[in-house]
T-cell receptor, first 110, second 113 residues
């Protein structure tokens, strides 16, 4: 089962770019990497998913190096409303489990 | 609208009572999951179901039970054997088991009084 490791917390200021890195040393060949955002008392919300290289959508970019043992979520020009917990998730289609790590609490300051 | 619905949003239970949390999805997803979240903590997997009429224990299944009689429904029962049931419970589904593009409900906050 692939495990993920992320920083527990990060601080940033409005308008800055934020990069959150996740380590997943045991990722399997078929596994995708997915990032979620969670606000207090809400369910996590899908942000972005990728397999290799770079993926970009309207809210974030995801950078995955060739060895796929880590990934970096990039949030451009964060605002106060981006204050949340961000989870990196690597799937395990062998067992069917989806195991979340502790997540990274991002605090955006004015 | 397609989605996943949990009910109720808030639930109070007396000690010693069983209580059932509802989770329904109309996304035609095969896989469904139940998580528990304590304040300031991540999500811990209670049970998951890869397909109808089948389910497996997650990391913290003791004191909980589930059923998967219909594809759309995956109710979770918190039994009196669960020592510390007060928590935020989240249900999720994905198109197939292990697929990380999962959709979550809005959660049920259970409080034991």
């Amino acid at each position: 089962l692939a495990k993920t490791t992320q920083p527990i917390s990060m601080d940033s200021y409005e308008g800055q770019e934020v990069n959150i890195t996740c380590s997943h040393n045991n990722i399997a060949t078929n596994d995708y990497i997915t990032w979620y955002q969670q606000f207090p008392s809400q369910g996590p919300r899908f942000i972005i998913q990728g397999y290799k290289t770079k993926v970009t959508n309207e809210v974030a970019s995801l950078f995955i190096p060739a060895d796929r043992k880590s990934s970096t979520l990039s949030l451009p020009r964060v605002s106060l409303s981006d204050t949340a917990v961000y989870y990196c998730l690597v799937g395990d289609e062998d067992t069917g489990k989806l195991i979340f790590g502790q997540g990274t609490t991002l605090q955006v300051k004015p | 609208d397609g989605g996943i619905t949990q009910s109720p949003k808030y639930l109070f239970r007396k000690e010693g009572q069983n209580v059932t949390l509802s989770c329904e999805q109309n996304l035609n997803h095969d896989a469904m999951y139940w998580y528990r979240q304590d304040p300031g903590q991540g999500l811990r997997l209670i049970y998951y179901s890869q397909i109808v009429n089948d389910f497996q224990k997650g990391d913290i299944a003791e004191g909980y039970s589930v059923s998967r009689e219909k594809k759309e429904s995956f109710p979770l029962t918190v039994t009196s054997a669960q020592k510390n049931p007060t928590a935020f419970y989240l249900c999720a589904s994905s198109i197939v088991s292990g697929n990380t593009e999962a959709f979550f409900g809005q959660g049920t906050r259970l409080t034991v009084v």
